[in-house]
């Protein structure tokens, strides 16, 4: 018999309720995997979990707008009004009854747009929302009886108007996690006590410079720090007593703005800035020791720079540098490092790289400008590019199989081709060996896998033609996997297939398996030598 069963006198089975008589705090953990609306739907169970569902210490509170409202990121004057007074009894609960309060999200509607007027048009629309006026003195209220209910994680996105954060969050002891989006925080003269705090992310929130200083220095356990979009400063400061290890700066310095780094304990830094022309990085030799990521996009780092910062890195493991256009030539020695990425780094003409333990190599740009790149590795090295069809050539070819020729050993080539004509016919594709006169590599590279991805583009035959033969004239893959971005991509796998015919039972092309994962291509290959594989997705 069941053990969950027990029999009445009547002999009918009487089902039992094991899973309702768990205790609260586990059927709280429990719920805390489902959403915000999900977990309130269980309380039509039972009164027990009625009562689950309405102590839960997971708040999430967002706003949401009636398709047909008005303003198209606010709510009707009904549904606020509602939504107001919902959220409101519901936050007066967990103070009347001193309910625990684990994690309150409370998101607004998107300050940036409403109803497509610019930031600089809001302030004569936020007169005419519903119930604005009440929502700054409502969210002061919600978050006291968070902080004093012991709240660990804080996720608030202001509305449409600025708001300021009230000091009590500033001593909010148990905080273990604060985002915040589009608020505003006030100077405060007194001490900051987020003891708990780890996480710190601030997105277009305006603070002053001696304001955010001190709640850096001031939380000693922060971990992590994610400065976006935000104003009000123009240096940061990590002191040497700081335990931070990410770092995380995006278009929010101005352009003599300057990061001082005073503590060694730094693991990833993430630096991204639209329009700036130098390196804003201060620190000490020796300070970056530990530091085993470091992505730059689109910053005005020069060759020095990187070079200087590059003889600091010992334990640098990823480097990831996007649209860094001022660099021209650069030197990697390292012995941990496993990854590279450089992608639409437009001014590069020469790249070197000692990395014993490399793995994998990225390079997303055209090979028109395709520098000359030396890659010195023990280990196995994948290679990532992604180009237009404008440039691939001869010499194209001829700079990948040069490349693929300094490597020791390479698992798999992934090639992605992309135009920039919305998927128009493209013959430009052109291969002829005997451009390049006595120049001779040697036999093309082995390698497992070759991934082939289009990208909104179509080829004529003749370019289908020419690729597959300066591709296995680069190198001579066991498995191809095409991936088509098409609306109707059946054309390209059957003059790909038809190609593949003849170049299937070739000494020169000695294929193993055909992936494709867009289409049924199993009838088109009749090569008894090539095992064909379709809706596979790598």
Known sequence: ????????????????????????????????FLDTREAYRTCILSKRWAHISATNPIIEFHYYC?????????????????????IDSRMQRYAKDNLRVRTLRLRFPNSHKVGGCNVKDLRCIVKELPHVEELPSKIDEWLRIAVRNQVEK?????????????????????????????????????AINLESLQTLELLCVDVEERMLNHIISSCLLLKCLSVNNCSGFKTIVIPCCSQLKELTLCNTLPKDGTII?????????????????????????????????????????????????????????????????????????????NVICLENCRGLVDVMVDAPSLTKFIYRGTFGLY?????????????????????????????????????????????SLANSLYQSVCDSIKFNEEELGDVNLGPPRNITELKLTLYY??????????????????CRPDIISFRFYLEDPDLMI?????????????????????????ANCSNILESEKVEVQWRLHW
Request: aromatic share 8%.
């Open 154 to 190: 804080l996720d608030l996105g202001s509305p449409v108007f600025e708001y300021q954060l009230p000091d009590i969050l500033l001593s909010a002891k148990s905080l273990r996690q604060l985002n915040c989006i589009q608020v505003k925080i006030p100077n405060y003269n007194g």
């Open 457 to 474: 583009l179509k080829l004529s035959r003749s370019s289908v033609s020419a690729f597959l033969n300066g591709i296995f004239w680069t």
């Open 371 to 415: 520098p000359a790149i030396t890659i010195s590795s023990q280990t196995s090295c994948d290679i990532s590019v992604r180009t237009t069809t404008n440039y691939l050539d001869t010499q194209g070819f001829f700079k990948m199989q040069k490349l693929m020729t300094g490597l020791r050993s390479c698992h798999a080539v992934e090639i």
């Open 494 to 518: 059957q003059l790909f297939m038809s190609e593949l015919e003849d170049m299937a039972n070739c000494l020169r092309h000695p294929l193993k398996r055909i992936e494709c994962p867009d």
């Open 1 to 32: 018999m069941n053990p969950d069963c027990e029999e009445t006198v009547s002999g009918q089975l009487n089902t039992l309720d094991r899973f309702s008589d768990l205790p609260d705090f586990i059927l709280h953990h429990i719920i805390s």
């Open 66 to 86: 009636e398709p047909k409202s008005p303003h198209r990121y606010w709510p009707s004057e009904e549904v606020s009004a509602r939504l107001l007074g919902y």
């Open 261 to 337: 780094l005073e503590t060694s304990s730094l693991v990833c830094f993430k630096f991204s800035d639209l329009a700036f022309d130098r390196w804003p990085v201060m620190s000490k030799p020796g300070l970056l020791r530990n530091l085993t990521v470091l992505d730059i996009y689109y910053s005005g780092i020069t060759d020095g720079d990187l070079g200087k910062l590059l003889l600091e890195l010992a334990s640098l493991e990823t480097l990831l540098l996007y649209n860094c256009r001022k660099l021209i030539t650069i030197r990697v020695l390292s012995i941990r490092l």
